[in-house]
């Protein structure tokens, strides 16, 4: 958070956030950038703006900005105007007091909202000599995708998605999976869990190899685990695949991998769609999307609700990148490394490019399900794009993860991604998985019992962090 120490009174000398009335020719937006220019020297980027105080001041328009979302243009702070100094602070560690009596209210949005705690990078102080090739850093932006504006999608659309709620519907929009109560539809008994994904553009990385049937098996585990996280055992799936030109072996080998998952995990391939559609896809493109529906005995249903402080986080490995973060993957590796897949770079300890971006999406049923049946676990979340920052949080019941990285080290693909793409560490703890596929969330007294359960079966889980009072976010001690 960037904070500017006052000039005037009042609160003179106290920390503040850059803020002024709005001049009756400005939007909300001007005002912003023309505050946080005179107030600290910087050229923002407005993202966002909440929270405005109503002020009634002659001449100027009836609002007094408080709080905006912004990227940081230009590199240096420099205070100015009423201001005595700017410097950027942590959320966790604000200087006391600060000048507004409307603190909570304030830093309350930033809190909840995984969109707003996403570190954006702030532009250093210092220019720290870098070589040409960790010159450049990329993001997942730059690799073309852009996480806030998916969020803004999904939350313009809120709305309209409540609309649709009949009396069956249990929960709101933003869990893994959506639950159905047949007994409230008055259709039965029994609460469904359905959940819809596809593979992202790992499907390009498959058309690279000519390696189809795996895709099928990620899709398949993916959607199995976004169900599995609230309790659900599945009952059945079913595909869509489409073509730009009908290919019967690529298709067939995508839909084999589809039934191979569900084979492995005892679920009913019910049925699906094959589209070909000309003139939308290209002659050789594909696209593949998977739909699941699962059932939980209400009373084993986990919604975050028995999350408490001093829980214990415990975390599963993955196998790769598992169907997420392959836009940024390939940016690095294809566009910005000029590798192939059949490359084998030493940073991948003998495997090549295309072997280690097509890692199956592992499946964490049949080694859950013992724990889940006895009632072990809290809560779960399956760690896919959003990394651990934007997915734990889902079921934390209002309370902070407090998570050690140095707990476990990111598999040998992340650390070449990471240290060749030059990515931000806090960004790649947002777009990646890191290594975790799966957090669990158990009773500090039965932890170590269950670690030692779980690495009897041949898991490698460890203990990642704890839970503490908070506002329901993730927070890295280290």
């Known amino acids: 958070m960037l904070l500017v120490q006052r000039a005037i009174d009042p609160f003179r000398g106290a920390w503040a956030l850059p803020a002024g009335y709005q001049e009756l020719h400005e939007t909300a937006a001007e005002t912003a950038q023309r505050e946080v220019r005179e107030e600290a ?4 980027e407005v993202l966002e703006l909440f929270d405005l105080l109503r002020v009634e001041t002659p001449g100027r328009r009836a609002a007094n900005l408080a709080v ?22 942590e959320l966790d560690s604000l200087p006391e007091p600060l000048a ?29 000599t870098r070589s040409a090739a960790t010159e450049t850093s990329i993001s997942y932006r730059d690799a073309g995708v852009d996480i806030e504006k998916k969020y803004s999608a999904v939350e313009r659309a809120t709305e309209s998605i409540r609309s649709t709620f009949t009396p069956g519907v249990v929960g709101d929009v933003g869990a893994f999976g959506g639950l159905f109560d047949l007994a409230r539809a008055g259709v039965g008994q029994g609460l469904l869990v359905a959940s819809a994904d596809g593979v992202g553009t790992k499907l390009e990385v498959a058309k690279r190899t000519g390696v189809h049937h795996t895709v099928g098996r990620d899709l398949v585990n993916h959607c199995i685990n976004d169900i599995l996280v609230q309790g ?9 695949v489409a073509v730009g030109t009908m290919a019967p072996e690529m298709v067939s080998e995508l839909i084999r991998g589809c039934a191979d998952g569900c084979r492995e995990n005892g679920v009913a391939l019910l049925g699906g769609e094959t ?55 390939r940016k690095i590796l294809f566009d910005h490394l000029g590798l192939d897949v059949g ?19 592992r499946s964490y049923l049949k080694l ?29 019941n209002g309370n902070d993860a407090q998570l050690d990285r140095t707990t476990w080290t990111p598999p040998a693909l992340f650390r070449y991604l990471c240290s060749a793409g030059n990515v931000d560490r806090e960004e790649s703890y947002q777009v990646l998985n890191m290594g975790v596929g799966m957090a669990l969330i158990v009773d500090a007294a039965q932890a170590e019992t ?9 898991e490698a889980a460890w203990r990642l962090g704890e839970i503490a009072r908070g506002s329901g976010v993730v927070r890295f001690t280290r």
């Open 100 to 128: 507004f009596a409307n603190r909570e209210r304030i830093l309350a949005p930033l809190a909840r909202d995984p969109r707003y705690l996403r570190r954006l990078q702030a532009p250093s102080m210092t220019s720290p």
């Open 232 to 240: 659900a055992r599945p009952l059945f799936f079913m595909d869509y």
């Open 275 to 329: 589209a070909e559609m000309p003139g939308l896809y290209k002659p050789g493109d594909f696209d593949l999307a998977g739909f699941i529906v699962g059932i939980v005995d209400p009373a084993k249903l986990l919604d975050g609700s028995r999350v408490r402080p001093g829980d214990v986080v415990l975390g599963l490995p993955s196998a790769g990148l598992h169907t997420n973060g392959y836009s940024l993957a």
């Open 368 to 396: 859950l399900w013992p724990l889940l049946e006895r009632g072990a676990i809290h809560a779960m979340a399956h760690i896919t794009g959003g990394g651990l920052v934007d997915n734990l949080p889902r079921v934390l």
């Open 450 to 458: 269950i670690v030692r359960e779980l690495r009897a079966a041949g």
């Open 68 to 89: 905006y979302l912004c990227r940081a243009l230009s590199p240096t702070l420099c205070a100015g105007d009423d201001a005595l100094a700017a410097e950027w602070f």
């Open 41 to 44: 020297g910087l050229e923002i």
């Open 343 to 361: 490359d084998r770079p030493a940073a991948l300890e003998g495997r090549s490019v295309g072997e280690a971006l097509l890692a199956e999406h």
